[in-house]
Each structure stands twice: as structure tokens, then as C-alpha cells.
């Protein structure tokens, strides 16, 4: 495809019958970002200048979804700048939050390389911005290339993981700890350790903590709010700062701080 050629983004806008039109992301620019991700670190750089070349920037507000669940596998998805939570809707009605994924992190992969339809939806948490490549040049890499399949089960064993995890936590554990535990996993992977604590690089509502933990909104407020009172956590301009990490540590393995 021409690099002077417009792309076409399908998602919400060609449920309803619109499509938005989006510029190519400049070839070489993509190919730097995408060569930083571990999944596509694994080809040759001309498959990456490939990809580039055919990936498309698709900016999102807070609350956008990128697709829905049984939605058709059209793009392979990487999130640029923002956040995008993987949900899926229970029988009654209430998001059931899989993973909150960062810069960086793939979506939507399994679904395009089976080449079935998306078994979750994506949503933008903030103002979000992802690049997308086209399912068709997705599939003739990964036939070409057994690695990237490679890189990419071995991502999704990880998530499995910690998706077991969380299912094991939402059986057994009481919701306190269940919030300790989900604000220290989201400080592992994305936190800058600073004087005060651990800041997490991102607005975080209280009802996306709700969601991740299994409970109410109101429940993550009255526990969150404790915690402010009692020094654990600080929230600054929206952010939350884990003030006393081990503390938290202390409360998610169900022992008193």
C-alpha cells in the first residue's frame, strides 16, 4: 500500500455505517516504536519497516471503545500513549476488567493471528492514542515468521498468569486486599519511584479500581478514602502515590499494617 495512500479506521465509527478517515503514522517513526516492544523485537527489520508502513494512528477519548467483544479481527493493536482496560460483560449487566494495558503493550493479537472474532472489548481509560496494522499484514508475518508467535504466546502466558491470579484473589481474598494488590501490580509495572512513593503515571477512577477488583464503586471509595486518612496513599492532581508500598504489601497478603 502507498505511503501516500489514506487508511481507513473501522471500530465504532463503521458500526454505525461512518468511517474515519486517519493519515498513516510516518513510516519511520512507527518502526522505531515498534522495534522497542518485545513482540515485534523478535524480526528483521525490514518486517517491522513493512508494518510500518501500513500502520495507521487512531486517537481515542476516555471512555472510546477500540473495538467490542465479537467484533470482526481487522487490526492488531498497540497502545502509543493512554491506556486501554480489556473488559468483558458478565450476565449481569456489570464489566468485568481483564487487564489494563500501557505504552507499549499489544491487543487484539490472538484474535487477528486465529483469525476469529475479538473474544473481549478495549477501552480508552483516558485520552488514548493506539497504532493499529491490518489484520492481512499481520497473518503473512506471522506465517513467515515462527518467533513473533512465539513472543507472542509467551506474552499471553504472562497475562494468564496474572489473570489467574486475579480470578484465585476475587474467590478468596477480601476486597481490601484485592485493592492492595491491584494498586501494586499497576505500580510494578508502571510506577516512578519518587521521594513521596510510587506515583502511578495515570488517572486512575475509582470505578476502574472497582472493576479490576470485583466490587462496587462505592466500596473503592470507602476504602481508598481510608487509606488517604491514613497516610498509605496520597493523590496528587488525580494520581495516586502509594506512600507506604509495604504496608499495602501487608494488606494484600491479608496481614495487619
Do not use: N
Amino acid at each position: 500500500m502507498s505511503m501516500g495512500r489514506l487508511h481507513l479506521r473501522w471500530g465504532a465509527d463503521a458500526r454505525d455505517g461512518r468511517r474515519a478517515i486517519l493519515p498513516p503514522m510516518p513510516s519511520a517513526d512507527a518502526a522505531r516504536f515498534l522495534g522497542q516492544s518485545p513482540v515485534f523485537a523478535v524480526l528483521p527489520a525490514r518486517e517491522i519497516a513493512t508494518l510500518a508502513a501500513v500502520a495507521v494512528e487512531a486517537p481515542h477519548r476516555a471512555r472510546d471503545y477500540i473495538f467490542m467483544e465479537g467484533d470482526p479481527a481487522r487490526w492488531f493493536c498497540v497502545v502509543k500513549s493512554g491506556h486501554v482496560k480489556i473488559l468483558r460483560h458478565s450476565r449481569t449487566g456489570k464489566d468485568v476488567v481483564l487487564d489494563l494495558l500501557g505504552p507499549g503493550e499489544v491487543f487484539g493479537g490472538v484474535a487477528v493471528i486465529e483469525q476469529r472474532p475479538y473474544p473481549a472489548a478495549a477501552q480508552a481509560t483516558e485520552a488514548t492514542v493506539v497504532l493499529k496494522i491490518p489484520a492481512e499484514a499481520m497473518i503473512a508475518v506471522s506465517e513467515r515468521h515462527p518467533s513473533f508467535i512465539k513472543e507472542i504466546a509467551l506474552m499471553i502466558g504472562r497475562r494468564l498468569r496474572a489473570a489467574h491470579d486475579s480470578v484465585k484473589s476475587l474467590a478468596v481474598d477480601p476486597v481490601e486486599a484485592r485493592l492492595a494488590a491491584a494498586l501494586l501490580r499497576l505500580a510494578e509495572r508502571e510506577g516512578a519511584r519518587g521521594k513521596q512513593g510510587v506515583t502511578l503515571p495515570y488517572h486512575l477512577t475509582r470505578q476502574s479500581l472497582a472493576d479490576m477488583t470485583g466490587t462496587t464503586v462505592e466500596t473503592a471509595i470507602r476504602i481508598v478514602s481510608r487509606w488517604l486518612k491514613e497516610g498509605l496513599v496520597q493523590d496528587e492532581g488525580g494520581r495516586l502515590v502509594l506512600v507506604d508500598p509495604e504496608a499495602l504489601r501487608e494488606l494484600a497478603l491479608g496481614e495487619e499494617h
